[in-house]
């Protein structure tokens, strides 16, 4: 695709755009004084940071494997993102929460120009509003499931519309600032939390991803009925998947057969469903099959049937 070129381009646009963004919120905290500003700067910054971990990652994830690293390097932005925000994330939320809980205990706060400040703000919106803009061109590459890139994408949208969020909380405060001058510690404090929201949804995801979740039910329900349907296999004693990067699934399943076919034969069918398997999803890229000879019936199968329906996407 002629965009692939492009990718890390998107990742390396957000640090700078978010750096600058940055930069507009410290001028707008200088003028205005406002804790939420100040919250709304960390914010940015931590931005910063993680999409420069991103724009790592979209270079990690293409390389090739090596003797030393079998799986490649797939697993990278998910470690060092779950490092980088886990330590940031808490140093900056503990800040503007301790800053908060001062402002609550000093009374009244004086505020510089507040409407250039909001302007300010407001550029800070239109620069999220970009970020969105330029991740959208590249839709191409997010939607699809077997893109090795979805995952970096997928985290810069989620950060960048936490950040809108955040902007848009500064914003509305710096108007009600003139009403209700405790309304900028409870926008910090929504600000505070919209960082913990956002960051908790991306730890979550990636620990996912490196425990190794199964494959999406229906890309297993497929599998299931694409080996009921082979005459040969008499029964699926055992059925499961891992995830291993989002563009690496492995299938692992055991076969009963016929005790009396030959060596031959089951290589041969061993064969046919592997290409089975394999043409349900271009993500299947490994998959293990083993062969059961021993007494069975469809208990295993209707047994897998519904664990694999029972199951949470």
């Known amino acids: ?36 500003l100040y919250a709304e700067t960390l914010h940015s910054v931590s931005d910063v ?10 270079f990690t994830v293409n390389k090739k494997p090596s003797p030393k690293y079998p799986f490649g390097f797939g697993r990278f932005p998910y470690i060092a993102s779950i490092i980088s925000v886990s330590i940031l994330v808490g140093a900056i939320a503990n800040n503007i929460l ?55 994408f997928l985290t810069l949208i989620l950060e960048d519309l936490f950040s809108l969020s955040g902007n848009s909380v500064a914003l509305a405060s710096l108007y009600m600032i003139g009403i209700n001058s405790s309304v900028d510690v409870i926008a910090s404090i929504v600000i505070a939390a919209i960082i913990l929201v ?61 005790p009396r076919k030959s060596i031959g034969a089951l290589e041969a069918l061993r064969e046919r469903i592997i290409r089975e398997i394999t043409s349900i999803d271009p993500r299947i890229k490994n998959v293990i099959i083993q062969f059961s000879s021993e ?16 199951m949470d996407e």
């Open 198 to 258: 956002a960051s908790a949804q991306v730890i979550y995801r990636n620990i996912e991803i490196l425990i190794g979740r199964s494959a999406p039910r229906d890309v297993m329900l497929k599998i299931l009925n694409r080996i009921s349907k082979i005459s040969d296999v008499v029964d699926i004693d055992d059925l499961k998947s891992y995830v291993l990067t989002p563009d690496n699934i492995v299938i692992m399943a055991t076969i009963g057969v016929d």
């Open 49 to 58: 940071i993680n999409s420069f971990i991103l724009y790592l990652a979209s």
């Open 1 to 36: 695709m002629p965009t692939s070129g492009k990718t890390p381009l998107v990742f390396l646009a957000s640090v700078l755009l978010n750096a600058a963004q940055a930069a507009v919120k410290l001028a707008a905290f200088i003028i205005v004084g406002s804790l939420a």
């Open 98 to 152: 301790t800053q908060a809980y001062e402002a609550l205990h000093e009374g009244g706060r004086l505020y510089g120009d507040v409407i250039s400040g909001a302007y300010l703000v407001t550029i800070a919106i239109a620069i999220d509003l970009a970020i969105l803009l330029y991740v959208y061109r590249m839709r191409e590459i997010w939607r699809n499931p077997s893109s090795k890139m979805r995952p970096l």
């Open 295 to 310: 007494p069975i019936d469809d208990r295993d199968r209707d047994k897998i049937y519904r664990e694999v329906s029972s």
